[in-house]
């Protein structure tokens, strides 16, 4: 079955870099495009963050990070990043990674970042 796993978070202080990472399974991989998406504190809802194409023809980024955050991904090894500097106080959320098969999203259970001084 499909499975995604996120890893990579943790707690940084403001102007910090981190490199979140999402381990993909159970569906053909290169085909699909792959999004990242965040949740902060205590709301229920999840932000786009950005995504990237298949085969990587396009990316695309929420307006917030533009510039700050930077998403590719390893085929070979079904892996999708997301790499994040310049770190924000309002970037702490839980981070997620998202793929559509059909009707149906399939999400992992996210990785948490903090940033603080």
């Known amino acids: 079955q499909v499975q995604l796993v996120e890893s990579g978070g943790g707690s940084v202080q403001p102007g910090g870099s981190l490199r979140l990472s999402c381990a993909a399974s159970?569906?053909?991989?290169?085909?699909?495009?792959m999004g990242w998406y965040r949740q902060s504190p205590g709301s229920v809802e999840r932000e786009l963050v950005g995504?990237?194409?298949?085969?990587?023809?396009?990316?695309t980024y929420a307006d917030y990070v533009k510039g700050r955050f930077t998403i590719s991904r390893d085929d070979d090894k079904n892996m999708v990043y997301l790499e994040m500097k310049d770190l924000k106080p309002e970037d702490t959320a839980l981070y997620l990674c998202?793929?559509?098969?059909?009707?149906?999203?399939?999400w992992g259970q996210g990785t948490q970042v903090t940033v603080s001084s």
């Open positions: 998202k793929t559509r098969w059909g009707y149906n999203d399939y």
């Open positions: 159970g569906f053909l991989f290169r085909n699909f495009d």
């Open positions: 995504y990237i194409t298949k085969s990587s023809v396009s990316t």
